[in-house]
């Protein structure tokens, strides 16, 4: 069944083709673009009824931003820290900041329903980390978060978007906008972390510009190209991928917002139907969403046939997903090789390896065992689901970028052999904003330590594995050691004696998080009690909820000699327990369970 | 729409909620907010009123009612909004 490792090829690509970058700021982009084709942006609102917005709209509303901003004070490489939801507004600001000389730095915003005590901490953190001097939001923050005003202590400038557009410089009083030059920064993109303080990652005109001219010419961008997107603009799969590469690249752009998608998946397909849609982004469980909550009747009407690029990132890509979408709305004239699943960080302003367009989707099936043990990548060809996975390649390398396979000491691997993949391309941040320890651990020699676990075959880029046992939920990243630590920290749970790890969802086409902790408590209530508290506890602080807790007797927890929990091992005892909740009468499953769980019990017992 | 009672529209948000929240429907209080006491983010918030609004369907201000935090301010304006 095996085949043997032959490959001595080195696990290095490098992309070479020769490109040019048309502009040489996000400002000359925008420039050119309000004269050579000033339709752009189609904002839908809430009840999907749109609104256009030209390029020229966005340069004269813009300028206009910047004239306020510096009659406020701004001044060049001032920080300023926006927050606002997808519309007009934010794509005046962000370019008007821009106009301004100064340095956008987007942020979420709280919903209606979200940890605000969790949200305000990361505000402030962000707010004295870039040092910023302005912030700007809308005025129904009021409303929904009353607290967020604080803020307005911590800047010279709180600002609402409303009275800047309500209050215009007299032409007489306009200030001449500054030259804003390619390595100046045009944006700090914080990256989320649980407890992990947020980090400012810097990225300049220069940067941003040759992530943007990449993807275009990955994906083969033409000006009668359609984007669309729904992922939230202050983020970089919306912000770069669907604002400003749809601006560079001269194509018509129509943005949703992400509760709007949420609220009727099927406002997305019938704007893609509507508008002839060519390229659309969303992470797995977008596509996982439309497959579970759209029903034929609501779509029967759809033509999808001008689709032919459905890119698929941020989140592990699950191909059953992939699969189901297609089944489900190839009657709608969808293709069939439309899913580009890609690669990419923050860190490197936002893709770093994109499949070919001839072969979009190449799967192959390797032995598991040897992934999960071995760190080497072996065909399979079995046709049991427990001895195989089936993993996706995210392609190769866009140009000018290089992507290698290295060992800790960072040396370069050979194919199939697994190890942290390195990045290195103009694209790459100059560094985290005032953090050079940070910067160093991540920027080595010019080269981008993702964290990210994978090998290269055949010159395909396959992604094997997380950031060091990273959970990613919902586009979230969630460290198992800040869970593990929380929960220790509940009356009840032994310390240390935690396990966090991700189980893989079918159902919901995600990841679900599970979290294994050892008690000596025996009684029903208080293991009740005691699922409860561990669970407000880390909601409290992470703002994040497990989605099963398993209490486990003292000693149960797997942990290397060295008193190191293994979650893996962890990890398979709870699925191997969950298949006898399924199964029900496997008795050779139960037997095998209680063995790998009591393992150390009869170990003890044999010694003695 | 005119047979919906207060006692129908609790029993199916809730249901809807507990399915979402991976609980039983009588575990749930009515001060329950969505991310602090049942875990959800507000794209799963917009989940469960997708699903309630397709059930009775109608379409709420998403404006409003984003801004709501509690399941018992949910079901107040759905009551509001379908008993006429």
């Known amino acids: 069944m095996n085949i043997a490792v032959d490959s001595k090829k080195i696990a290095y690509q490098k992309n070479s083709e020769r490109y040019e970058l048309r502009y040489e700021t996000l400002i000359e982009a925008l420039e050119k673009r309000a004269v050579a084709k000033p339709e752009f942006l189609i904002f839908m609102d809430l009840k999907n009824k749109e609104s256009r917005v030209s390029a020229k709209d966005i340069l004269t509303h813009g300028k206009a931003v910047a004239q306020y901003l510096i009659g406020r004070g701004l001044k060049q490489d001032d920080k300023v820290v926006v927050m606002l939801p997808t519309g007009a507004h934010f794509a005046y600001i962000y370019f008007g900041i821009l106009l301004a000389g100064g340095v956008p730095v987007p942020v979420s915003q709280p919903a209606g329903t979200s940890n605000l005590g969790k949200y305000l901490d990361n505000l402030k953190h962000i707010i004295h980390d870039c040092e910023a001097r302005y912030f700007i939001t809308y005025e ?47 944006l700090i993109q914080y990256t989320s972390g649980t407890t992990g303080k947020p980090k400012g990652v810097m990225l300049s005109h220069r940067n941003l510009l040759h992530n943007i001219h990449g993807i275009g010419v990955a994906s083969e961008m033409t000006p009668d190209d359609v984007g669309i997107s729904w992922l939230p603009m202050y983020h970089d799969m919306g912000l770069i991928g669907g604002f400003l590469s749809t601006l560079y690249w001269h194509i018509s752009m129509v943005l949703m917002a992400p509760e709007a998608f949420i609220f009727k998946p099927v406002w997305w397909l019938e704007n893609i139907s509507k508008y002839r849609v060519t390229m659309g982004v969303a992470p797995n469980f977008g596509y996982h969403y439309c497959v579970t909550r759209i029903d034929d009747a609501s779509s029967h009407r759809l033509d999808l046939s001008a689709w032919r690029l459905a890119l698929n990132g941020a989140e592990p890509i699950d191909r059953n997903t992939l699969t189901k979408f297609l089944e489900k709305f190839g009657p709608r004239g969808l293709r069939d090789d439309i899913f580009l699943p890609v690669y990419g960080m923050a860190e490197n302003s936002l893709a770093a390896t994109f499949p070919s367009l001839k072969n979009t989707t190449v799967v192959r099936r390797f032995n598991r065992e040897k992934i999960e043990t071995e760190d080497i990548a072996v065909d399979s060809n079995s046709e049991n689901s427990k001895e195989y996975i089936d993993l996706v390649s995210v392609g190769y390398p866009l140009v000018g970028q290089e992507v290698r396979i290295a060992n800790e000491n960072g040396e370069t691997l050979h194919e199939r052999e697994i190890g942290e993949i390195l990045v290195k391309s103009p694209s790459l941040m100059s560094g985290y904003y005032e953090n050079p320890e940070a910067t160093r651990e991540a920027l080595k020699n010019g080269w981008l330590h993702t964290g990210d676990m994978g090998f290269i075959l055949d010159g395909l880029l396959f992604i094997s594995g997380r950031k060091k046992e990273m959970i990613i939920k919902r586009g979230k990243n969630i460290y198992p050691y800040d869970i593990e630590r929380i929960a220790s920290t509940v009356a009840g749970v032994r310390l240390g004696c935690c396990a966090a790890f991700d189980v893989h969802n079918e159902n919901e086409g995600t990841e679900d998080l599970v979290l294994v902790c050892e008690t000596c408590i025996k009684e029903n209530d208080d293991l009740d009690r005691l699922k409860r508290d561990i669970h407000a506890e880390v909601l409290a602080k992470l703002g994040i909820a497990p989605d099963d807790i398993m209490l486990v007797p003292k000693g149960t927890i797997p942990k290397t000699t060295s008193g190191k929990v293994q979650r893996y091992m962890c990890k398979r005892i709870y699925l191997e327990g969950e298949l006898i909740l399924s199964q029900g009468k496997n008795l050779l499953v139960i037997v095998k369970t209680f063995l790998m769980s009591h393992f150390h019990l009869f170990r003890r017992r044999m010694r003695q | ?15 809807i909620i507990a399915k979402l929240a991976g609980k039983k429907a009588d575990q749930l209080g009515d001060n329950d907010r969505f991310l602090e006491d049942l875990g959800f983010d507000s794209l799963k918030s917009m989940e469960a009123i997708s699903r309630i609004s397709e059930l009775y369907d109608f379409e709420p201000e998403l404006d409003e009612i984003m801004e709501l935090q509690t399941i018992i301010e949910v079901l107040h304006y759905l009551e509001k909004h379908l008993i006429t």
């Open chain 1, 140 to 186: 129904k923050i009021k409303v929904i978060a009353a607290s967020l005003m604080n803020i307005s202590d911590l800047v010279s400038g709180f600002l609402f978007d409303d009275e800047i557009f309500a209050n215009p410089v007299p032409v007489e009083n306009h200030k001449p906008l500054p030259v804003v030059k390619p390595d100046d920064l045009a």
């Open chain 2, 1 to 15: 729409m005119a047979n919906i009672t207060p006692e129908q529209i609790r029993s199916d948000f809730l249901k």
